[in-house]
C-alpha cells in the first residue's frame, strides 16, 4: 500500500511496526522514519494500517501528552478494521486536539493491496474527504463514500459479515464435493462457469485443490473480524445467524491451525466435525 502511494510522486515518510518489512519500498521519494512519531509528524495527512485498536492507540500515543503535537494541524485517516464505536470516540479526541479524521478502511487482501485494487470505505467530513482523495486512489480502484465518521467501518462489517460466511459456505461446499468423491477441479471449474464466479471464489478454490494454506487473508483475522461483527449486532440489536455459524467455525479452525493459516482452512473445522458425527474412534463406537 506504502508503494502504491508513493505513485503519487510527493514525499513520503514510512514507518512499520515490523522492522525490516520496508525492505521492498525502493521509491527515491519515500524516507524510512526510526519512530512512529518521525512519521506522524513528517506532514500534513497520515495515513494509519493497523492490526487493532491497542497498536492504533500506541501510535498516535493517544494516552500522552505527545498526543495533542501528533495530531493538532493533520488530517490522519485509519484504514485499519476497529469497532466503529472505538473510531467515533477517537475522531472527537482529534478533533479535540486540533486535528482532523477520515475513516478509510479498505475490504481486500494481500493480492488487492499489491495491485492497488482495495475497496476503500470512507467517511468524514467531504472537506476533509477531497484532500485525502487523491491519494486513496492510489490504493483503491473504487471508494465508496459511507457518509459520518462510524458509516465507514460499520459498512467495513456489512462486508466482511458476507465474506466470512461466504468463506465458511465455500469451505463446506468442497468438503460436501470431497465427501461424495467430486474431484476439486470440477467443483472449481462448475463454479467458475456460473453466477458465483469471482476472484474471490477462484482464489480459494485453487488454494484447496492444492492444500495451499498459506496466508492470503489469515484465519486470525477473520476470527477478529467476526467478533467486531458479533459486538456490534449486538449494539445495533441485529440476528446475525449466518455470523454466528461462522464465528463458531473460525474458532474451532483456530484450534486446529496456526493463526496465521489463511482462513479457508477454516474447512478444517468442517472436516473435523464430520468425523465427530459420523467417523467416530474406535473406543468411542464401542461405547
Known amino acids: 500500500m506504502a508503494g502504491n502511494l508513493a505513485r503519487s510522486g510527493d514525499p513520503l515518510c514510512v514507518w512499520n511496526r515490523s522492522v525490516g518489512r520496508e525492505a521492498d519500498l525502493t521509491a527515491s521519494n519515500i524516507q524510512f522514519a526510526r519512530t512512529a512519531q518521525e512519521a506522524m509528524r513528517f506532514g500534513d495527512i497520515v495515513f494509519l494500517m493497523l492490526v487493532n485498536?491497542?497498536?492504533?492507540?500506541?501510535?498516535?500515543?493517544?494516552?500522552?501528552?505527545?498526543?495533542?503535537?501528533?495530531?493538532?494541524?493533520?488530517?490522519?485517516?485509519?484504514?485499519?478494521?476497529?469497532?466503529?464505536?472505538?473510531?467515533?470516540?477517537?475522531?472527537?479526541?482529534?478533533?479535540?486536539?486540533?486535528?482532523?479524521?477520515?475513516?478509510?478502511?479498505?475490504?481486500?487482501?494481500?493480492?488487492?493491496?499489491?495491485?492497488?485494487?482495495?475497496?476503500?470505505?470512507?467517511?468524514?467530513?467531504?472537506?476533509?474527504?477531497?484532500i485525502v482523495e487523491p491519494y486513496l486512489r492510489q490504493m483503491c480502484s473504487s471508494l465508496v463514500k459511507c457518509g459520518a465518521v462510524g458509516a465507514g467501518l460499520r459498512m467495513k462489517l456489512a462486508v466482511n459479515l458476507h465474506l466470512n460466511a461466504m468463506i465458511a459456505g465455500l469451505a463446506e461446499a468442497a468438503h460436501f464435493a470431497a465427501s461424495a468423491g467430486l474431484p476439486m477441479e470440477s467443483l472449481a471449474e462448475a463454479l467458475a462457469a456460473g453466477?458465483?464466479?469471482?476472484?474471490?471464489?477462484?482464489?480459494?478454490?485453487?488454494?484447496?485443490?492444492?492444500?495451499?494454506?498459506?496466508?492470503?487473508?489469515?484465519?486470525?483475522?477473520?476470527?477478529?473480524?467476526?467478533?467486531?461483527?458479533?459486538?456490534?449486532?449486538l449494539r445495533l440489536g441485529a440476528a446475525v445467524p449466518m455470523l454466528e455459524a461462522a464465528h463458531e467455525l473460525y474458532g474451532e479452525a483456530l484450534g486446529l491451525n496456526s493463526e496465521r493459516t489463511d482462513m479457508i482452512a477454516v474447512l478444517h473445522a468442517i472436516e473435523a466435525r464430520s468425523t465427530r458425527l459420523f467417523r467416530p474412534s474406535r473406543s468411542e463406537a464401542s461405547l
Open 53 to 130: 485498536q491497542q497498536a492504533l492507540d500506541a501510535v498516535i500515543e493517544r494516552d500522552s501528552p505527545n498526543f495533542v503535537s501528533n495530531v493538532r494541524g493533520r488530517i490522519i485517516v485509519n484504514m485499519a478494521s476497529v469497532a466503529p464505536d472505538y473510531s467515533e470516540a477517537l475522531a472527537r479526541d482529534i478533533s479535540a486536539a486540533g486535528g482532523r479524521f477520515v475513516e478509510a478502511p479498505v475490504s481486500g487482501s494481500r493480492i488487492p493491496a499489491e495491485s492497488a485494487r482495495l475497496v476503500g470505505l470512507v467517511a468524514g467530513d467531504p472537506d476533509d474527504l477531497a
Open 195 to 233: 453466477p458465483l464466479d469471482c476472484d474471490l471464489t477462484r482464489i480459494k478454490m485453487g488454494k484447496v485443490i492444492v492444500e495451499d494454506f498459506s496466508p492470503q487473508a489469515a484465519l486470525s483475522d477473520a476470527r477478529a473480524s467476526t467478533s467486531l461483527i458479533r459486538d456490534e449486532a
